[in-house]
């Protein structure tokens, strides 16, 4: 079945710093990928998201590439501010009517 | 807008109670998601609504009873719950149950059962 790994952290980080959440996945045929991002005692939001392979997703700061010969989907900022302290989660969807897999989250930590 | 929205934002309950929780979309989206998220875990889907039937029940028990009264609403009635059930209880929706569709998801309502 399809799945979904990530480095489950704690993540702690200075301000300004790069930041990389590494993600790869198993799946057949060819998913759909996402990020998103979880602020403390709220929902999840969709961050950014990628739907074939080459595809770069972005949004405010962050970004990520579908890696289909890596079968990787990493997210990237370059420079993390405080409010970007957060749990991320990677995700894929796969074929018709297939569920969502999620990662196990990676938790940030940005220290100022 | 691609807004969620859910109540309450938390609720306290006793293992005799009977309560609901309420999940509204106006996106037009025709799928709707109940998920179950424990502390420092993702989030476990429960159930899944398509075109307001239920299409998918993830092994949840029955003291769990969905509800889709139409397009826009969904809900999730709680009755005779354990301790174990305490959780964030995130509703989602999708466009269609369609291929590698965007799910949106609403805030959440925290339950505690006592």
């Known amino acids: 079945g399809n799945s979904v790994t990530q480095m489950e952290g704690p993540v702690t980080l200075s301000e300004e710093a790069f930041l990389t959440i590494n993600c790869t996945y198993t799946?057949?045929?060819?998913?759909?990928l996402f990020w998103y991002v979880q602020y403390p005692g709220e929902g999840l939001q969709l961050l950014l998201k990628?739907?074939?392979?080459?595809d770069k997703g972005s949004n405010k700061g962050f970004e990520a590439t579908y890696r289909k010969e890596t079968t990787s989907f990493h997210l990237e900022k370059g420079s993390v501010q405080v409010s970007d302290s957060a749990v991320y989660f990677c995700?894929?969807?796969?074929?018709?009517?297939?569920?969502?897999?999620f990662g196990p989250g990676t938790r940030l930590s940005v220290l100022p | 807008d691609t807004e969620v929205t859910q109540t309450p934002k938390h609720l306290v309950m006793g293992m005799t109670n009977k309560k609901s929780l309420k999940c509204e979309q106006h996106?037009?989206?025709?799928?709707m998601y109940w998920y179950k998220q424990k502390a420092k875990k993702p989030p476990e889907l429960m159930f899944v609504?398509?075109?307001?039937?239920?299409?998918i029940n993830e092994s949840v028990p029955s003291r769990f009873s969905p509800e889709c009264p139409n397009s826009s609403l969904l809900n999730l009635h709680l009755h005779a719950l354990q301790p174990e059930d305490s959780a964030l209880y995130l509703c989602?929706?999708?466009?269609?149950?369609?291929?590698?569709?965007?799910?949106?998801f609403g805030p959440g309502t925290r339950l505690l059962v006592l």
């Open positions: 989602a929706s999708s466009p269609a149950r369609g291929f590698s569709e965007t799910q949106y």
């Open positions: 799946a057949t045929g060819y998913p759909s």
């Open positions: 609504y398509s075109y307001e039937k239920l299409s």
């Open positions: 990628a739907t074939k392979a080459d």
């Open positions: 995700a894929l969807s796969g074929g018709y009517g297939q569920n969502f897999v």
């Open positions: 996106m037009g989206h025709r799928a």
